[in-house]
C-alpha cells in the first residue's frame, strides 16, 4: 500500500469514527453544542443553521420543533431517522396546511389544556367548513395562526400524561409528515392532498389511540425555547 492509499484509508476511518450529531432541546447559536431537528434538517439541506429551515413546511417545523423540545433524553436522537423525510414538505396549497392542523388538533383535543381546549375546537370547526367548501387562499396572516394552533395543539399533547408520551409524539411528527407528502416516503407535497384521508376517516383512526392516565403531568414542556412565534 503507498502513501496516498494510506492517507485515504485513514480518512476514511477517522470520518467513521467521528460522532453523528447530537440533537438537544431549543436552538444553538451554533451546532458545537449540539442542534435541534430543524436545525439538522437545515444543514441536511444546505442551509444555514436555522430552527426555521426553507424546505420545510412552516406547520411540520412548527410541529417538529415542539417534539424535539419535549421527547425525553434518551429518545430524542431517535429523531434523526426523519431528518431525511423533511426537506421539500414546503408547499402554498392551502389543504395541506389545513389538514395538518386538523390532524394535530385530532391528536390534542382529547388531551388539551383547558386554556388552549376552546381554541382547538373553534379552529377545528373552521377547518371542517373549509374543507367542506372547496379551497381557499391562503394568507400569510392565516399561515401564522396556524402555526400557532399546532404549537398550542403538539405542547398540550406534549404536557399530558400519557401511557407512551415519547411514542405518543413521535407519531404526531410521523402522522404529520404523511400528510405533508414528506420524501423519505416517496411522495411530494404536491400528491399529499390526494392520499390524505377525509377528516370524518382521520377521526375514526385516532379515536381511542391515546390513553391518558389520572393525576398531573408526569412532565413539563421546559426548555431553552426557540423563537417566537412571527
Given at each position: 500500500?503507498?502513501?496516498?492509499?494510506?492517507?485515504?484509508?485513514?480518512?476514511?476511518?477517522?470520518?467513521?469514527?467521528?460522532?453523528?450529531?447530537?440533537?438537544?432541546?431549543?436552538?444553538?447559536p451554533d451546532?458545537?453544542?449540539?442542534?435541534?431537528?430543524?436545525?439538522f434538517t437545515?444543514?441536511?439541506?444546505?442551509?444555514?443553521?436555522?430552527?426555521?429551515?426553507?424546505?420545510?413546511?412552516?406547520?411540520?417545523?412548527?410541529?417538529?420543533?415542539?417534539?424535539?423540545?419535549?421527547?425525553?433524553?434518551?429518545?430524542?436522537?431517535?429523531?434523526?431517522?426523519?431528518?431525511?423525510?423533511?426537506?421539500?414538505?414546503?408547499?402554498?396549497?392551502?389543504?395541506?396546511?389545513?389538514?395538518?392542523?386538523?390532524?394535530?388538533?385530532?391528536?390534542?383535543?382529547?388531551?388539551?389544556?383547558?386554556?388552549?381546549?376552546?381554541?382547538?375546537?373553534?379552529?377545528?370547526?373552521?377547518?371542517?367548513?373549509?374543507?367542506?367548501?372547496?379551497?381557499?387562499?391562503?394568507?400569510?396572516?392565516?399561515?401564522?395562526?396556524?402555526?400557532?394552533?399546532?404549537?398550542?395543539?403538539?405542547?398540550?399533547?406534549?404536557?399530558?400524561?400519557?401511557?407512551?408520551?415519547?411514542?405518543?409524539?413521535?407519531?404526531?411528527?410521523?402522522?404529520?409528515?404523511?400528510?405533508?407528502?414528506?420524501?423519505?416516503?416517496?411522495?411530494?407535497?404536491?400528491?399529499?392532498?390526494?392520499?390524505?384521508?377525509?377528516?370524518?376517516?382521520?377521526?375514526?383512526?385516532?379515536?381511542?389511540?391515546?390513553?391518558?392516565?389520572?393525576?398531573?403531568?408526569?412532565?413539563?414542556?421546559?426548555?431553552?425555547?426557540?423563537?417566537?412565534?412571527?
Amino acid at each position: 500500500m503507498n502513501v496516498d492509499d494510506e492517507a485515504s484509508t485513514a480518512t476514511r476511518g477517522a470520518d467513521r469514527a467521528k460522532p453523528g450529531p447530537v440533537l438537544s432541546r431549543g436552538r444553538h447559536p451554533d451546532a458545537e453544542p449540539g442542534v435541534c431537528l430543524m436545525e439538522f434538517t437545515a444543514l441536511l439541506a444546505g442551509e444555514d443553521l436555522t430552527d426555521r429551515p426553507i424546505c420545510v413546511h412552516p406547520l411540520v417545523a412548527a410541529v417538529a420543533r415542539v417534539v424535539n423540545d419535549a421527547v425525553s433524553d434518551e429518545v430524542r436522537d431517535e429523531l434523526l431517522a426523519l431528518g431525511p423525510a423533511l426537506p421539500g414538505t414546503t408547499t402554498d396549497v392551502p389543504e395541506i396546511a389545513d389538514r395538518i392542523t386538523l390532524t394535530v388538533i385530532e391528536a390534542a383535543l382529547p388531551v388539551a389544556l383547558p386554556i388552549w381546549a376552546p381554541r382547538l375546537r373553534r379552529e377545528r370547526r373552521r377547518i371542517l367548513r373549509r374543507l367542506g367548501h372547496g379551497e381557499s387562499p391562503s394568507t400569510p396572516h392565516r399561515m401564522r395562526s396556524e402555526e400557532r394552533t399546532v404549537t398550542f395543539a403538539a405542547a398540550s399533547l406534549a404536557v399530558a400524561r400519557t401511557e407512551d408520551p415519547d411514542g405518543e409524539l413521535i407519531r404526531l411528527l410521523d402522522d404529520v409528515l404523511a400528510v405533508a407528502g414528506g420524501t423519505a416516503r416517496g411522495g411530494r407535497a404536491g400528491d399529499a392532498v390526494k392520499d390524505s384521508p377525509h377528516p370524518d376517516q382521520q377521526r375514526a383512526a385516532g379515536s381511542g389511540r391515546r390513553h391518558v392516565l389520572a393525576g398531573p403531568a408526569h412532565r413539563r414542556w421546559s426548555h431553552r425555547p426557540h423563537r417566537a412565534d412571527q
